[in-house]
């Protein structure tokens, strides 16, 4: 049998070098042929989880204690799916950007190609110390990015965005060396029974602060998000959607990883409060410092803070006794996850679009954005649909079932929190729009911009308004191991 | 003290040293100086509690080698990027917040 699993590491990594030697700037052809093969290979991937379920991978046929072992499960097939989807119309959507506007191209195709194969191998490490070492790797290539349009605000915005992410990943170390001082093992498989027959001591305790305060500095959790909103917003923005559609993602997808599988003998009812607690004031601050921007990236920007403010309440619903309710907590955390990281790669897309015509960021000089970029426009109010989760978006299916599971599991503060940051957002994109429908800025003169650059944008908030109608197969293939 | 504590509490102040360093100093060359000793301190960690009654594991001397390359390599990254700061602002500090969520509620 075909196994695509250590391809999806190898060949991005094979794209990067490629590109790398092609020469600065060149190379977009070759990293959207490469990606649309590796988006095949992770649905037959998809596919084998769905048939066969969960399965470990050895790599080089060398097993867990000397070797490094892959893991792959539902969660991770659902990952991997999700980066391809959105990476693919990004890749398209970056070369049409980068030949209308060259600063931040230099090494966007390296750097693109090298986190992508960090990202795959994150999700499939099976093994903490592997997972310190992609976190890495995900982190210096990410900052790359965002280094590479070269002026003081975005190498300023790449050095405290490094500085960040190394505090993050060294905390998450420590993390990782007290664990092996005590156990003796960095393999999940075998610390997994360890620390659940074992009696709670404090090293692992300790480990497991530290690991968990590693990875919400990572994703950017209130109040960790001070370093987010000049990262994104002042990156290229074929970089920005990447960052803010999948990187945090990634640390995210972790923290569910060592919550429920490694730390589940320790957490309390008490962290998960709290986590939800930090969870609600990210969703309500983080939404009325977006409605306060007066540039539109930076808007969009702060609407990623809130945004990952919703994936944070599942640790408190998961507390839940009531049997279902922790299940849709999770499948609409999942749900959240993955229209997020769509409309979000779409709105980041959308607003590129519109910065690079009106040739300033600024949302003051978007009036007349309606008649001369309608489909563009149209993409942001689409996009804007998922955030704000009406139906039948994919954001929609994500607060009903999480709303539904607070609701069942009695815990009603949640459902408030929610619903007012559903306005709230519903508040900062129709400040966009408005200002969109008013009749242009005396002066300003749009810039026309390519077909390309609107249609993958398009697409994909397509597919996050659509996902809604899909999300019965999402949730089959979380459930499939 | 044993032996393998003593790596092990030196390994932990110096992860604190890093961190508080990290954290507080301006000045960005003494930051990626603290992430350094940060990184030291880990490494310490993991070397000193890794023994097994006095003989050495040679798993976390691995895991600390690969440690040891990451950190060089977002060493020389940091380098780069307060370079190229230090040439277009000819300062090795953060700029004083342009983009801090103070400055927008003024802005409206």
Avoid at chain 1, 97 to 115: D, I, M, N, R
Avoid at chain 1, 226 to 254: C, D, M
Wanted: glycine content about 10%; hydrophobic content about 60%; charged content about 10%.
């Amino acid at each position: 049998m075909f196994d695509p699993i250590p391809w999806l590491i190898l060949l991005p990594l094979v794209w990067g070098c490629l590109t790398f030697l092609i020469g600065v700037g060149r190379g977009g052809r070759l990293v959207v042929a490469g990606l649309i093969i590796q988006l095949v290979l992770t649905i037959i991937l998809a596919r084998q989880i769905v048939m066969e379920g969960a399965r470990h991978y050895a790599v080089g046929g060398w097993g867990a204690p000397l070797g490094v072992d892959l893991y792959v499960d539902g969660l991770t097939g659902i990952m991997l799916l999700l980066t391809h989807v959105v990476a693919l119309p990004l890749v398209a959507y970056a070369r049409a950007f980068f030949s209308s506007q060259a600063e931040g191209a230099s090494y966007f195709w390296p750097l693109t190609c090298f986190l992508l194969a960090a990202m795959n191998a994150l999700f499939m490490s099976a093994d903490i110390f592997n997972i310190y070492v992609t976190l890495e790797l995900l982190g210096l290539a990410a900052v790359g990015l965002v280094a590479a349009a070269g002026s003081a605000g975005p190498v300023t915005a790449a050095i405290r965005y490094l500085l960040v992410t190394l505090l993050g990943s060294g905390a998450y170390l420590m993390g990782v060396a007290l664990l092996y001082g005590t156990y003796g093992s960095v393999s999940l498989a075998v610390l997994e029974p360890l620390l659940a027959s074992t009696e709670i001591s404090a090293a692992a305790c300790l480990a497991a602060m530290l690991m968990l305060a590693g990875l919400l500095l990572k994703t950017a959790l209130f109040p960790f998000h001070f370093w987010l909103p000049p990262a994104h917003g002042g990156a290229p923005a074929p970089v920005s959607a990447l960052l803010s559609a999948l990187v945090i993602k990634a640390s995210f997808y972790l923290i569910l990883r060592l919550w429920f599988d490694l730390f589940a003998p320790l957490v309390t009812t008490q962290a998960a409060q709290l986590l939800g607690g930090l969870g609600a004031a990210a969703i309500l601050w983080g939404s009325i410092l977006a409605f306060n921007q007066t540039r539109l990236k930076m808007l969009v920007a702060y609407s990623t803070v809130a945004q990952i403010g919703y994936l944070f309440l599942l640790f408190p619903l998961m507390t839940s006794a009531i049997p279902g309710a922790a299940e849709s907590a999770m499948q609409g955390a999942v749900m959240q996850l993955v229209a997020h990281a769509l409309a979000k790669a779409a709105m980041f897309t959308a607003a590129g679009v519109m910065v690079l015509s009106a040739g300033k960021d600024d949302i003051a000089l978007l009036g007349g954005m309606s008649s001369h970029l309608p489909l563009t426009l149209f993409t942001f109010a689409l996009a804007g649909i998922t955030l704000m989760g009406l139906p039948p978006s994919g954001g929609f299916i994500a607060k009903w079932l999480l709303i539904d599971s607070a609701v069942s599991g009695g815990q009603w503060g949640w459902v408030v929190v929610m619903i007012l940051g559903g306005l709230l957002s519903a508040a900062y994109v129709f400040k966009v729009l408005r200002q969109a429908f008013l009749p242009p800025v005396a002066g300003i003169k749009f810039k026309p911009v390519i077909r390309m650059l609107e249609w993958p944008a398009f697409l994909l908030a397509l597919i996050s308004l659509l996902l809604g109608f899909r999300s019965v197969e999402v949730l089959n293939l979380l459930g499939a191991g | 003290m044993s032996g393998v504590l003593i790596y092990a509490c030196a390994g932990a102040v110096l992860f604190v040293f890093g961190v508080t360093g990290l954290i507080l100093l301006p000045h960005l060359l003494r930051k990626i100086l603290a992430f350094n000793i940060m990184g030291s301190g880990v490494f310490l960690v993991l070397v000193g509690l890794g023994q097994r009654d006095g003989t050495p594991d040679p798993i976390p001397q691995a895991m600390v080698l690969t440690g040891i390359v990451v950190a060089v390599a977002a060493t020389a990254l940091a380098l780069a990027l307060v370079r190229r700061l230090l040439h277009l602002t000819s300062k090795i500090q953060f700029p004083e917040e342009p983009e801090s969520s103070g400055r927008c509620w003024k802005n409206n």
